[in-house]
Every structure is written in structure tokens, then in C-alpha cells.
């Protein structure tokens, strides 16, 4: 069965302190693995498309990357307007359709 | 670019009314769109993807006879809360997306509608 598991469920930073968070998946065939933002109350904010292992994609402090079993997410000197739940979403090569399977995604606060 | 766009963002009705949301593509037409909904501190649980111009694909549990799902156009799709019940109060969210031929696609997401129903 496709599955992706994001991890930690919650993370506390201080301002500046750089830390990553972990999206691992097992999918039949891997179409594309997706970052988004989402602050609370509000719709996903697209961040970031994966297509293949190895692959890397940066904005500002964030930088995602991608192996075969799962994705980083690189936050870089954190900054409190970074705090956000992050989700991550896989999308498999079987059927027609473009069904994204999500995680239940990482809650970031980061303390100024 | 890829801005979408939901009506109302939020909305409280009484029970036995029904409801109808409107998820629009402003700059780009969206040959698929996607009807999610949201619970408090939850991940996003889809409930039905609609092609345009065809009927919608409904997730299992998904009641195809309550919520009534419409993409009249490439750049319109609406979902009616037919009925409305307290348990139906949640946060919908729309996304478009599918418009490349190959390869993964994005979803683009609204900013979602808080329906209430008392």
C-alpha cells in the first residue's frame, strides 16, 4: 500500500537553528514527491516538486531533497514567519488520475 | 501564477440547508480539480477528484448523493453540502492541477472554506 510518514510531528526552534525534517514513503512507482506549507486556518502553499533520487530544489532557507525511500526538507536559519505545518505528498505512477497520498505533516515553530 | 480562488471562506447555515462552495482558477484552466476536507490538526483527507466537462471520482466513504460536485469549466468547480449537518462542519479545500500532459503535477490550493453548521 502507498504511505508516506512525516517525521518529527512537532518541532521547536530557536531563530537560527537549522535543523530537517524527514518524509519517507513507499509508493508503486514514484510520479513525483510534493512539499507544501500550510499556515493555520489557510489552504497548502506549493514549495517544492521531486521527480527522481538525487534531485535537490532550494528557495530562500528551504532546501528539499529526494532519495529513493524518502525527502528532506533543510531549514536553514530558521526564521519565526518559517513557523508552519509542513506536508509532504507522494504521487505514484499507477492510474490515470493525480491522487496525492499525504503525510500527516510536521508542525514547525520556531522561537525568536 | 497558479492562483485559485474559493467562495465563500466561510460560511455558518443552519441544519437541512445546503451549501454550495466555488473553487476558481484565476490564471490558468485546470483540466483537474480536487475537493478536500480538513479536520482541526489533521492532514488533508481527499474526497473526490472531478475531470471537466465529467462526472467526479468520489473517495471511498464519500457520499456521491451529499456532496454534489460540479466542473462546468476548465476554470470553475463547485461542491454543494446538500443537506447540511453539525457532523458536515469542517474545512474545505479545493486544488487544481493536472494540467501538464506527463509527469507529476502540482496541485495549486485555495484558501479554503470554513463551513459551519449549527
Known amino acids: 500500500e502507498d504511505q508516506v510518514t512525516q517525521s518529527p510531528e512537532a518541532l521547536r526552534l530557536q531563530e537560527g537553528e537549522s535543523s530537517s525534517l524527514n518524509c519517507s514513503y513507499t509508493v508503486s512507482g514514484l510520479r513525483g514527491l510534493f512539499w507544501y506549507r500550510q499556515d493555520p486556518g489557510k489552504g497548502p502553499e506549493f514549495l517544492f516538486t521531486?521527480?527522481?533520487?538525487?534531485e535537490e530544489k532550494e528557495k530562500e532557507r528551504l532546501k528539499a531533497t529526494l532519495t529513493k525511500k524518502e525527502s528532506f526538507l533543510h531549514i536553514t536559519a530558521p526564521k519565526p514567519e518559517d513557523s508552519a505545518t509542513y506536508l509532504c505528498a507522494v504521487q505514484a505512477q499507477a492510474g490515470n488520475n493525480r491522487k496525492l497520498i499525504w503525510g500527516l505533516g510536521t508542525s514547525l515553530a520556531v522561537n525568536p | 501564477g497558479a492562483v485559485v480562488s474559493q467562495h465563500p471562506s466561510w460560511v455558518i447555515c443552519k441544519s437541512g440547508t445546503s451549501v454550495k462552495i466555488e473553487c476558481r482558477s484565476l490564471d490558468f484552466q485546470a483540466t483537474t480539480m480536487f475537493w478536500y476536507r480538513q479536520f482541526p490538526k489533521q492532514s488533508l483527507m481527499l474526497m473526490a477528484t472531478s475531470n471537466e466537462g465529467s462526472k467526479a471520482t468520489y473517495e471511498q466513504g464519500v457520499e456521491k448523493d451529499k456532496f454534489l460536485i460540479n466542473h462546468a469549466s476548465l476554470t470553475l468547480s463547485t461542491l454543494t453540502v446538500t443537506s447540511a449537518h453539525p457532523e458536515d462542519s469542517s474545512f474545505y479545500i479545493c486544488s487544481a492541477g493536472g494540467w501538464a500532459r506527463e509527469g507529476p503535477n502540482e496541485q495549486y490550493f485555495g484558501p479554503g472554506t470554513r463551513l459551519t453548521v449549527t
Open positions: 521531486l521527480y527522481s533520487a538525487g
